[in-house]
């Protein structure tokens, strides 16, 4: 195992050395809330973070899998190709935003616009999250075993979303859908590599109602 103590070295000489490495296990201390730790990587290394990240962490990741022993900010995740990405802790917002690929797991609460703009990954939210989450969500599925704020899916095209928990209003074409026996195995399955506890039984499913994918006057208010 490598080990490297960003209280000692820069967060861009250990980007360089992910980069550099074609496999292996990398345990990173001391990461004090630095920003873009991690970041970029295309390897099939195991990094272990252990303390409270910054922003951007695991940001553009394929293939790795990171493990944040803590919390972290804005945009853990964001633009996931491949791999996985698991926050022991809460994330702030945006957490995923525009990921391809991959699997990103919260095993505490996110924040405001979880998976935004999501284009293939899958997220799994172990607590709830916050307003606007999965705005503008192409592909992919959203699991959140809490709550979920406000304006869930506005705007949504073909994402899942399952949420366990108590739901806001709904956001702009999002609807409630019904959940088959597929979507169950699905979700369970999901679950299951996402190491995370849940009821499948337990969820309820949304997706787009399709009323937005083309201008019509009378949904004039709703774009």
Same mark, same amino acid.
């Given at each position: 195992m490598t080990e490297f103590d960003l209280s000692r070295d820069s967060v861009r000489a250990l980007n360089q050395g992910l980069h550099d490495s074609a496999e292996g296990r990398w345990l990173v201390s001391h990461p004090d809330g630095r920003h873009?730790?991690?970041?970029?990587?295309?390897?099939?290394?195991?990094?272990?973070?252990k303390g409270h990240v910054g922003y951007y962490c695991a940001g553009m990741n394929k293939r790795a899998n990171i493990t944040i022993d803590g919390s972290a900010g804005p945009g853990v995740a964001e633009n996931i190709m491949s791999g996985t990405v698991r926050v022991l802790g809460n994330v702030s917002h945006c957490a995923g935003a525009s990921g391809h690929g991959g699997l990103l797991v919260v095993e505490g609460d996110a924040s405001a616009r979880c998976g935004i703009s999501m284009k293939g990954s899958d997220i799994v939210v172990a607590g709830s999250v916050g307003h606007m989450s999965a705005f503008m969500a192409q592909t992919g599925r959203l699991v959140v075993c809490g709550d979920a704020g406000d304006h869930l899916g506005d705007?949504?095209?073909? !994402?899942?979303?399952?949420?366990?928990? &108590?739901? $806001?209003?709904?956001g702009a074409d999002c609807v409630e859908k019904e959940m088959t026996p597929e979507h169950r195995q699905g979700l369970a399955d999901l679950l299951s590599a996402a190491g995370v506890e !849940?009821?499948?039984?337990?969820?309820? &499913?949304? $997706?787009?109602a399709r009323k937005l994918y083309n201008f019509n006057i009378d949904h004039a208010s709703d774009y």
């Open positions: 873009c730790i991690a970041v970029g990587l295309d390897a099939p290394v195991d990094v272990a973070i705007s949504i095209y073909e !994402a899942v979303i399952y949420v366990a928990g &108590r739901v $806001g209003e709904l !849940a009821d499948p039984d337990s969820f309820r &499913r949304y $997706g787009s």
